[in-house]
């Protein structure tokens, strides 16, 4: 939202083309820059300077007009929606929206910007053979309630119109990308590559310990149901149970933000690549597909946003999964700070993103053991000591870790090592029988 205390024609043809070239929004006229009461506006003056906009925007931007009540008193919004043109106000200069402000765009950042317009929003594509009866019942009824909850109170339309509204599917009934992604039964079966792959690795490289993983699991569904599944995952390597904020090492919150940024933001046209999240000793990594969309750079993400995929932002912020787009940077920000965390790094290929969560350095350990995990050690075997050793580093281990490190040993003989140390009180048995972890007594 921008606010202009009057109809001045240059400041609102150079919002609207922000806002067009942007995700839309909304240009509150009556109000002042930090929000105060400035009206009443003469709606005929609005009105002349929106014909006016014509000439002062190439190419011509359509707007919306209606009144508002603000504590004030009454305003008008200029409404603008997002445009799948590039537009540029009269003398040739690009405008973008940042949180408060229009942002001029050099010449690289605008052939950027006309390359992503360029390619339309697959999202948007109607997924062919698919129809209505391939979405889940059960998620439109909890999105529809949510979105309800969400909006506050009452939404009106029926569902089906609220869905073409949203995007998810066309007037004539067919089901879109976002569509698919959001409420499919299956979205596997229409995009292959729309899943994430979850890895957890032994050590701070993925060259360590043979440079292969301990744990890959491969995940598919809805986005939601997605977002779920790594988030356990997570949870459940890093030894958090169910419940329970894992602040000490990494913040939920920052955690999960990162998650919903890789499944809305995503690529979904480009096929053999899924998003990877890897858990490390001293970080998380979450990779999605696709480079930064837009303009956008590593060094612009803290004040721009850019959407490649709005409706499915659009949709989980609507569910309650998302909050207001362009500002998971900042959240995730704010929170990394709240826990004396390193705030996170960002790195943009042309092709993927990579967010690198930084653990608290105790969390994973100097290297160095403690004196519980090493005294005594001439009655353990180097197995043995090499368990102790791992858990006084990464705060604990598993049978598969274990057998990560020693893939020349049996399993059996690996687990009488750790059912050893137990009995000697070296080690602790914590969690369920079917999935148990060893932590340092």
Request: net charge negative; aromatic share 6%; charged share 25%.
């Amino acid at each position: 939202m921008a606010c202009l205390p009057a109809p001045d024609l240059t400041e609102l043809a150079e919002t609207a083309v922000a806002f067009a070239n942007t995700d839309g929004g909304a240009v509150v006229i009556g109000l002042d820059g930090d929000g105060a009461y400035c009206g009443p506006v003469a709606q005929d003056a609005v009105e002349h300077a929106l014909d006016a906009l014509a000439e002062h925007c190439i190419p011509g931007i359509e707007t919306g007009l209606a009144s508002i009540d603000t504590s004030g008193g009454p305003a008008l919004v200029v409404r603008v929606a997002r445009s799948p043109q590039v537009h540029a106000v009269q003398d040739g200069r690009v405008y973008v929206r940042t949180c408060h402000e229009n942002r001029l765009l050099d010449g690289a950042e605008i052939r950027h910007l006309v390359s992503a317009r360029e390619l339309g929003d697959f999202e948007a594509e109607v997924v062919p053979g698919a129809t209505p009866a391939d979405l889940d019942p059960e998620l439109l009824a909890d999105y529809l309630l949510r979105r309800a909850q969400r909006l506050g109170g009452r939404v009106r339309g029926n569902a089906p119109d609220l869905l073409i509204r949203a995007g998810a599917i066309t007037p004539d009934y067919g089901v879109t990308v976002a569509g698919i992604l959001l409420f499919g039964r299956e979205p596997s079966r229409w995009l292959p590559d729309g899943g994430a792959v979850f890895r957890r690795y032994l050590g701070a490289a993925s060259g360590e310990y043979g440079g292969r993983p301990a744990v890959e699991r491969h995940f598919d569904g809805p986005l939601v149901a997605l977002v779920e599944a790594l988030s356990d995952a997570i949870r459940e390597q890093m030894r958090q149970p169910a419940g329970d904020a894992p602040a000490e090492d990494l913040p939920s919150g920052a955690v999960r933000e990162a998650l919903i940024n890789a499944v809305s933001h995503r690529d979904y046209r480009l096929r053999g690549d899924r998003i990877v999240v890897s858990l490390f000793t001293d970080r998380l990594e979450v990779t999605s597909p696709g480079g930064l969309p837009g303009f956008l750079t590593t060094r612009s993400m803290d004040d721009g946003h850019y959407c490649r995929n709005p409706r499915l932002t659009w949709g989980l912020y609507q569910w309650g999964y998302a909050e207001a787009s362009g500002s998971g940077v900042g959240r995730m920000n704010a929170l990394c700070d709240a826990h004396t965390l390193p705030r996170p790094r960002f790195e943009a290929g042309e092709y993927a993103v990579t967010v690198r969560l930084m653990k608290a350095p105790a969390a994973h350990g100097n290297g160095q053991g403690t004196p519980g995990a090493n005294g005594d050690a001439h009655d353990l075997n180097p197995r043995q000591q090499r368990a102790l050793d791992f858990a006084a580093q990464n705060g604990s281990i598993t049978l598969r870790e274990l057998q990560t490190i020693y893939r020349d040993f049996r399993p059996a003989v690996l687990h009488q090592d750790l059912t050893r140390l137990v009995d000697c009180g070296r080690l602790r048995k914590v969690g369920s029988r079917l999935s148990p972890y060893y932590i340092l007594t």
